[in-house]
């Protein structure tokens, strides 16, 4: 059954409802796989003491002929940046390192609702807060084809777990590229889907106006099925928009003829590696080859992408990790030594030693941008920069269905590489933070190899709720070049 660990989730789940397996039995794989591998990845900070029970829930009802969900049996993680009711959810922080939630996020609650197991809760970069995953509480992240090299983040943990055939699929989030570069180095698919085509009511808050939640697996079609599963309003979250949610999964086709491709020139600069460069042309190829007519347009303001995000992004964080005071819930300091002089000095050692160095930076850069003073030359005048970038992506996608661009300017680099460069790591999201500004979907394909052998990924977006096209282009880049769904070396 070892190569249970590489099949796509959709023949899995068909296995046990054919009752060829178990739900059990395969949720029990996977466990011991958990067990065995995490030591030398890194990939899970908690595993599921209930997955065995849910397992035995599915076979149960399948037993006796009642309808199961579209995910039955399917083992998944889920970041743990989402909550899950009875099991430990710390966002990678010291800070939340004891708790344990009493509900469960509508994600999970949709997933689970759908027959799949939730195997556990994956590592990640504190609050999301990182693009390496090198920034959390409990370690770092190693990458499953080179374990010198980082997975990504911050969903860097789901994308190890899917990778090294820890899990079958799983739940990342994308504030920033958080979901598509992770795919990206880890050779899985990644999707961030609109903003608010999925709720955030049980996600931990990083930045509330750019966070989703979306899938990563092996597969395009796996990924569709997962956003059938989790996609649609909530009344739980009123950002959630009532849209109709399409079977994705049942309508892919690789045929494009009609469709126009966007090339945004500046997306395609001389900082992109040569690597990249012909991973990408590949996949130029194979959409020309499906039918697809290929434009270039303009984004202008992509250049202002990271400062625009980053003062977004930390003045949203610096709002919503106030909370974290060590009173009601979270972290506290140890006073019964020496005692705290008065509150602010309850507050500031409580959050000071809770939070890692990440994460304070990024909650005073965003504290400074609201202060008295700085609050309309940096957070006001970055929202409105924001809106005519999102004006540019609209142009665009008068021109064209999708665009396609690079993930990244290269492969995954080393760990310890850029950790204390911060503006460096920063610049590492420039193609994708802007998907985010401006609430598109947004996806990351498996594409091709580096020359060292490390997995590439090409970047695709669409209009607002246009994922069908997004999805239809990276299913025709899967069929053509084959680069998905290999495992790596030695795994």
Not at 11 to 26: C, F, G, P, S, Y
Not at 175 to 192: D, E, H, L, M, Y
Not at 382 to 401: H, I, M, N, P, Y
Not at 436 to 445: C, D, L
């Amino acid at each position: 059954m070892s190569e249970i660990f590489y099949t796509p989730l959709k023949q899995i789940r068909d296995q046990i409802l054919k009752r060829d397996v178990k739900a059990r039995h395969v949720t029990e794989l996977f466990l011991t796989r958990c067990r065995d591998l995490n030591p030398k990845f890194n990939a899970y900070i908690t595993l599921s003491d209930k997955a065995l029970e849910q397992a035995e829930a599915v076979d149960k009802a399948i037993e006796k002929g009642e309808k199961v969900g579209p995910l039955a049996g399917v083992p998944l993680a889920i970041k743990d940046m989402l909550c899950t009711k009875g099991l430990k959810t710390t966002a990678a922080s010291k800070i939340l390192n004891n708790f344990i939630p009493p509900y469960s996020s509508t994600v999970v609650e949709r997933l689970e609702g759908a027959g799949a197991i939730t195997i556990g809760k994956t590592n990640m970069d504190e609050f999301a807060m990182g693009s390496s995953n090198e920034n959390s509480n409990y370690g770092p992240v190693k990458n499953p084809w080179d374990e010198s090299a980082v997975p990504g983040g911050s969903s860097g943990g789901s994308a190890a777990a899917v990778a090294a055939g820890m899990a079958a699929g799983a739940i990342g989030t994308d504030t920033g590229g958080s979901i598509r570069q992770p795919a990206n180095f880890c050779g899985i698919v990644g999707i961030k889907p609109t903003y608010g085509r999925v709720s955030r009511y049980g996600i931990i808050a990083f930045a509330s106006s750019l966070d989703q939640a979306g899938p990563m697996t092996r597969t395009v079609e796996d990924a569709a099925l997962m956003m059938e599963v989790i996609s649609g309003h909530d009344a739980k979250d009123s950002t959630t928009a009532q849209v109709p949610v399409p079977e994705w999964s049942k309508s892919l086709k690789s045929d494009l003829k009609g469709m126009k491709i966007g090339l945004p020139k500046e997306y395609f600069s001389d900082e992109v590696s040569e690597d990249t460069k012909k991973v990408v042309n590949e996949a130029l190829r194979a959409v020309k080859e499906a039918g697809a007519t290929t434009v270039e347009v303009s984004i202008p303001l992509t250049g202002y992408g990271v400062p625009i995000y980053y003062l977004i992004a930390t003045s949203e964080a610096s709002s919503n990790l106030a909370r974290y005071d060590g009173v009601r819930f979270g972290y506290r300091s140890d006073f019964s030594k020496v005692p705290a002089a008065d509150l602010e000095e309850f507050y500031s050692r409580s959050r000071g030693e809770g939070f890692g160095p990440e994460v304070k930076r990024r909650i005073m850069l965003g504290t400074y941008a609201l202060s008295s003073g700085y609050y309309d030359a940096y957070y006001r005048k970055a929202g409105q920069v924001r809106r005519l970038l999102r004006d540019e992506f609209s142009a665009a996608f008068q021109k064209c269905d999708v665009l396609l661009t690079p993930v990244t300017t290269a492969p995954a680099f080393k760990i310890g590489e850029r950790v204390s460069n911060p503006l460096q790591m920063y610049l590492n999201d420039i193609f994708t933070i802007s998907t985010n500004m401006v609430g598109i979907p947004g996806m990351s394909v498996p594409g091709g190899f580096s020359a060292s052998g490390l997995p590439i990924g090409v970047q695709l977006s669409a209009a607002h709720f246009q994922e069908e096209k997004m999805l239809n282009v990276a299913y025709a880049i899967e069929k053509a070049l084959g680069a998905g769904g290999r495992k790596p070396n030695g795994l």
